[in-house]
């Protein structure tokens, strides 16, 4: 079968589209996860190593492996001292290098667009699909602009909520289509749009000089995620 990212014919490994190393916090002590799904009409099961796909090589996995490792230190660096902070301040993530994490969550986007698994239904690219497959490509992850990336700190109880991933969704941000993922405590919402962005968007991004301003949100706050709680709690999945 063809690598979808490098398209050569060979052996395909069972990718994860969102890394492993994002489930750990829901992982309980037997090595399983609970999966949360928005339809209601499938029971949440427990599986074993998360939410995979036979979709690339293994080359092409060791090579989106060295930017998830990076990525994993900068948030666990970070998970401590954002834990202390006071909700409703703006938090500042500074000294990441923004080539690496922003390819980190590229490929995520790119991954959740290209998988035929459930989970990711809703998250299209359409044809920015091939232009984030070229920049995964040639590691080069463009400017501040080029797909924006947000990120939100989810709180519950003054508590940042780690062990929560639910099913990415799409929603809108001043016009523009944003796909948003909810892993690691962070809704990771990306801007895929043509059309220019506001100078406040960028400023709220993943900036070229290694930090981000991000604003925290309570879950309770978060519209589709209330929606998504109450038809688990509907559907006795809760
Ligand atoms: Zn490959």
């Known amino acids: 079968m063809k690598c979808k990212l490098c398209g050569k014919e060979r052996p ?13 916090p829901l ?12 339809d209601v009409k499938r029971r949440n099961r427990f599986k074993q190593k998360g939410v995979r796909e036979r979709l ?3 080359q092409c996995e060791q090579f989106f492996s060295k930017y998830e490792q990076y990525a994993s230190t900068v948030i666990s660096r970070y998970r401590k001292s954002l834990e202390f902070r006071q909700v409703g301040d703006l938090f500042h993530l500074k000294g990441f290098d923004y080539n690496k994490l922003k390819i980190f969550a590229l490929s995520i ?18 044809h920015h699909e091939s232009i984030i497959h070229q920049m ?4 080069s992850p463009g400017d501040e602009s080029d797909y924006p990336l947000m990120l939100f700190p989810m709180y519950h109880h003054g508590k940042i909520q780690e062990d929560l991933i639910t099913t990415p969704y799409v929603s809108e941000i ?14 990771w919402a990306f801007i895929v749009s043509n059309k220019e ?42």
């Open 174 to 187: 001043e016009g523009h289509k944003v796909y948003c993922f909810l892993f690691l405590g962070l809704t």
């Open 12 to 24: 395909l490994r069972q990718s994860h589209i969102i890394p492993e190393f994002a489930f750990s």
């Open 56 to 58: 690339l090589c293994g």
């Open 136 to 139: 995964l490509l040639t590691e």
């Open 197 to 238: 962005k506001s100078n406040r968007l960028i400023e709220c991004s993943l900036s070229r000089t290694g930090e981000i301003i991000m604003l925290p949100r309570a879950l309770e706050h978060s519209p589709r995620i209330v929606d998504m709680a109450k038809d688990m709690a509907r559907s006795g999945k809760l």
């Open 27 to 38: 992982y309980d002590e037997k090595h399983r996860f609970n999966e949360i799904s928005l």
């Open 109 to 126: 986007l790119w991954r959740a667009s290209v998988t035929k698994l459930e989970f990711f239904a809703e998250i299209n690219l359409e």
